[in-house]
């Protein structure tokens, strides 16, 4: 068997402590990271055989990540522009900010991979209280762009 030095291949071991998430520059330490490529479809009918042809519409970029307890300036770099943001988080004339996600992936012994994440948009945030444990804050975001870099 060959040697594979590929940090993506299934013959490494990763694990999600080993993920680093920065935005803007800066790095925040998450507990969680997933993200998605989707390939958008469409069936087109070109004659009148019963087979469709299936036709690339686009492509989808998403994710999540989670943090434990309360990070405000993770939640000021991905959020609003305006100045003051968490006292004004409703207000119209705000605009949510679009910034770049870095996720940096280590594979013990065997390198690292990085996904960037070009203009994002936050389209969620969750908060989890309970009881007997950590607070954990959740962040959905879909992108424009995303690419590999290793």
């Known amino acids: 068997m060959a040697n594979n030095t590929n940090p993506t291949s299934g013959d490494t071991t990763q694990t999600g402590q080993d993920a680093v998430l920065k935005v803007g520059g800066e790095e925040f330490a998450v507990t969680n990271v997933s993200f ?13 055989s019963l ?22 300036a993770l939640r000021d770099a991905i959020e609003w522009t305006a100045e ?7 207000h119209e004339e705000m605009e949510p900010r679009r910034p770049n996600i870095v996720v940096k992936e280590y594979a013990k012994g065997e390198g690292s ?6 203009n994002c948009l936050v389209s969620s945030r969750s908060k989890d209280m309970p009881s007997d444990d950590t607070v954990s804050v959740t ?12």
């Open 51 to 72: 087979t469709p042809d299936i036709a690339v519409t686009g492509l989808r970029f998403s994710g999540s990540f989670e943090h434990a307890g309360e990070n405000e």
């Open 36 to 48: 998605t490529k989707d390939v958008e479809t469409s069936e087109i009918q070109q004659n009148d």
């Open 113 to 118: 991979r990085t996904t960037t994440f070009k």
């Open 84 to 90: 003051g943001s968490r006292n004004a988080y409703y």
């Open 139 to 150: 962040y959905d975001f879909v992108a424009e762009e995303m690419s590999f870099s290793e």
